[in-house]
């Protein structure tokens, strides 16, 4: 393949303007994609600023640098920023957008426009959750799960925030749609299902999820803008509303939402994996339908988070045990993904190393998920430090990690430069370690009773409150840290090659970065997704 | 937004009427989980009011409700006209039909303005004091009446944008016999706010 070609899809337009308004109106799936980039890294910035600030409150007891107010704000805009800003959209939006036609031999996705579209819907939520902190009223102290009855009781500005959601939530549907329609029309010939990659197959599942779980949340959400406006009663108790309706109502889609948060973070390692073990993805299928059987168990878990909000004991013990059961799906790709790198010949490169402490902090999650989905241990930890510590295990640790090992693994290919590999292995162990020192001792207090969304604390949770704070500084400062070696690299990085890692899926025959079209002649395709043997014919190319 | 004419290799413009179609689908899947969520939350508090439900159904209008059933079903037919004259090649009995539609829906809207004020002027409306004096189950009852039509209002009116831009581009050939797929599209989602007015009828007019 003639590297000569200085033609690539950023210097590419779509429409007739060049400059920034190239960007703009672009239907390109690949800048649409860095448009999400760069957003979703904006808020994953202010969000992670946001919960630095909350830790630097909580490195002693009492006041220390905001009273509790502000701490029910902070709590709750970090958790609406992460959740329906970064984490739910990044990946899919992000590599999805960029990825997903590259993969399956496309030259964009089904409907390009409505993906630009998708773009803009998400920045008019994001515009509009900003504006809401600073109209009269103050900004929403719920929480992120904007539970009834406060929600609809509290004076800050709850409807417009939480609109704001509902706005966003359209956006995930519309790229869902997207999606979905893509994989089924636009594969390349020869491109059977069980050819695809491991990542389609994944963001192919959460785009169903995106659309089977979203509206509810989005009727959900309008309903208590609704209530809010002119009290039908609805999910107002002394009107004869339910809050207990109100949370089934949430978790339907909430938890069916973690799914889509974690599922395209699996996609990736199912990537990463097989290209740094140079060997084929052991057990593709299972891998690829534990994907959707993850999907599907996942909307019959929902009330798993409210085993102490009043259930009837049937139903407590139903939902526990399927909790136990959507385990299996996600102990299956672990088990497989550690079987592939048997006999491989491993090659532990940056994105793998975010790979393996993905794994790491990843199982640590999911097994302590198991302690929560436990009737007994439930009553417990519930509301704790415990589930804090829990979820961000899962989230952080999960998808959060996976965000930084797609963007190590993919970013020569979409920025065609290389970055500093030896300053990114230090990262990953700076990002490991403050991880663990933020959130592990969450676990112990948690334990030993330390309710979530407390400004304040007893004087004996200090030590561990302490250790947690400091790794915050780490982990942030390494986040930084990882901004500042990729400017460098876009800016003074070498140039990339077509194909770095010596991976085989489509993306890695094309230069880097591709050109607008993706492919000069649309391939035609003969070999399984991780067949290896490709690789010699592919340096002859 | 891309000027169709002006095909360059930037500008490549990929037709897939089965993809748009499948897309329209999906999206039509999520309005139907929307109202879903609506249904269920009916079905609960129904589940648990029976007795007021059933009181406070007595005083919806039962005729309006079955006129607008019929005006909905008939302009759902004309829609579904529409496109057949459209595959027939008759561009100008399509827009007839689509005129059609929208003066039904126009009907629809102004038989809901009237049933909507009268409730109102009887003191019946979220958060009234006549409203609030009844008991909690009517006060539920009344509440989903509001919202659930209100919600499918607003998607009539949605609908008839809709329909009413796709006319225009029918005059404007740029919807042609040969490329229909957005007349198509549009049908289907009317269908849907057909459909949905098909469950809500008995749910609050019939069940008395
Ligand atoms: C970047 C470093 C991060 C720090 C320092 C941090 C810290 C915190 C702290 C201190 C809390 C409040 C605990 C409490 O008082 O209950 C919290 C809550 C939360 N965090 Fe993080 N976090 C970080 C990243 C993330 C990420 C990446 C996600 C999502 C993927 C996330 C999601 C959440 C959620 C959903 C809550 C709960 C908010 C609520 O209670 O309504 N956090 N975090
Ligand atoms: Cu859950």
């Not at chain 1, 329906?84 to 089904?110: K, S």
């Not at chain 1, 009290?231 to 973690?258: E, M």
């Amino acid at each position: 393949m003639a590297n000569t070609i200085a033609e690539n899809y950023l210097h590419q337009s779509t429409n007739k303007y060049k400059g920034i308004l190239s960007w703009l109106l672009t239907t390109d799936h690949k800048k649409i994609g860095l448009l999400y980039f760069v957003s979703i890294l904006f808020f994953f910035l202010v969000g992670a600023i946001i919960g630095l600030l909350m830790r630097l409150e909580l490195i002693a007891p009492g006041r220390t640098i905001m009273g509790p107010q502000t701490y029910n704000t902070l709590f709750t805009l970090h958790g609406v920023i992460m959740i329906f800003l970064f984490i739910v959209p990044g990946l899919p939006a992000i590599f999805g957008n960029f990825f997903l036609p590259i993969q399956i031999g496309a030259r964009d996705v089904a409907f390009p426009r409505l993906n630009l579209l998708s773009w803009y819907v998400y920045m008019v939520g994001a515009i509009l959750a900003l504006v809401s902190l600073f109209l009269p009223g103050g900004p929403i102290d719920t929480g992120w799960t904007f539970y009834i009855p406060y929600s609809i009781r509290t004076n800050t500005n709850v409807s417009l925030a939480i609109f704001a959601a509902f706005v966003l939530g359209f956006s995930s549907i519309l790229t869902g749609i997207n999606f979905i329609t893509t994989v089924h029309r636009l594969r390349a010939p020869g491109m059977t299902f069980f050819k695809m990659p491991l990542f389609v197959w994944a963001t192919y599942a959460t785009a169903w999820i995106q659309i089977i779980a979203t509206p509810v949340i989005g009727i959900t959400i309008l309903l208590v803008i609704i209530e809010r406006a002119f009290g039908v009663g609805i999910f107002d108790p002394a009107l004869g509303g339910d809050p207990i309706l109100y949370q089934h109502l949430f978790w339907i889609y909430s938890h069916p939402a973690v799914y889509i948060m974690i599922l395209p973070a699996m996609g990736v390692v199912s990537e990463i994996i097989p290209t740094f073990s140079r060997r084929t993805i052991f057990g593709y299928k299972a891998i690829a339908m534990s994907s959707l059987a993850i999907a599907f168990i996942g909307y019959l878990v929902w009330a798993h988070h409210m085993f102490t909000s009043g259930m009837s004991d049937t139903a407590r013990w139903v939902f526990s045990l399927l909790t136990f059961i959507v385990a299996l799906p996600s102990g299956v790709k672990i088990f497989n993904w550690v079987a592939t790198m048997y006999k491989g010949s491993i090659d532990p490169q940056p994105p793998f190393l975010w790979v393996m402490s993905f794994i790491f902090l990843f199982s640590i999650g999911g097994l302590t998920g198991l302690v929560l989905g436990s009737l007994a241990t439930d009553i417990h930890v519930h509301d704790t430090y415990f589930v804090v510590a829990h979820f961000h295990y899962v989230m952080f640790g999960g998808t959060g990690t996976i965000f930084f090992g797609a963007l190590h693994y993919w970013f020569p290919k979409m920025f065609g430069k290389m970055y500093n590999i030896k300053l990114s292995k230090i990262a990953v162990a700076l990002f490991f370690i403050g991880f663990n020192m933020l959130y592990f001792p969450k676990f112990i207090l948690g334990y030993m009773g330390m309710p979530r969304r407390y400004y304040d604390y007893l004087p004996q949770f200090e030590p561990l409150q302490k250790v947690s704070t400091v790794g915050s500084w780490i982990l942030v400062g390494t986040i930084f840290f990882i901004v500042g070696y990729f400017i460098h690299a876009l800016i003074k990085g070498k140039k990339a090659t077509s194909n770095p890692w010596g991976g085989v899926t489509l993306e890695w025959h094309i230069p880097s970065p591709p050109i607008q079209e993706n492919f000069e002649v649309i391939p035609t395709i003969t070999h399984k997704p991780y067949d290896f043997s490709q690789l010699k014919e592919m340096k002859n190319e | 937004m891309n000027n169709s004419h002006e095909v360059t290799l930037e500008n490549h413009v990929h037709r897939d009427d089965v993809g748009a179609r499948m897309g329209m689908w999906l999206f039509l899947f999520t309005e139907v989980l929307l109202f879903g969520g609506m249904f269920l939350v009916y079905a609960v508090y129904r589940f648990q009011n029976q007795e007021q439900f059933k009181l406070a159904a007595l005083e919806l209008n039962t005729g309006i409700g079955t006129l607008n059933t019929i005006i909905l079903l008939t302009s759902s037919l004309t829609v579904a006209l529409s496109i057949a004259a459209i595959q027939n090649k008759n561009k100008f009995l399509s827009i007839v039909f689509l005129n059609s539609t929208l003066l039904l829906a126009l009907m629809f809207m102004v038989n809901k303005y009237f049933e909507w004020s009268t409730k109102f002027a009887h003191g019946i409306y979220p958060g009234s004091k006549e409203l609030l004096e009844k008991p909690n189950g009517q006060i539920l009852f009344y509440g989903l009446y509001y919202v659930m039509t209100g919600l499918h209002g607003l998607h009539v009116l949605i609908g008839m944008i809709i329909l009413y831009i796709i006319k225009r581009q029918i005059k404007k050939d740029i919807i042609t016999p040969d490329k229909y797929v957005k007349l198509e599209n549009s049908g289907l989602y009317w269908h849907l706010v057909d459909l949905i007015w098909i469950f809500l009828f008995p749910l609050f007019y019939l069940i008395q």
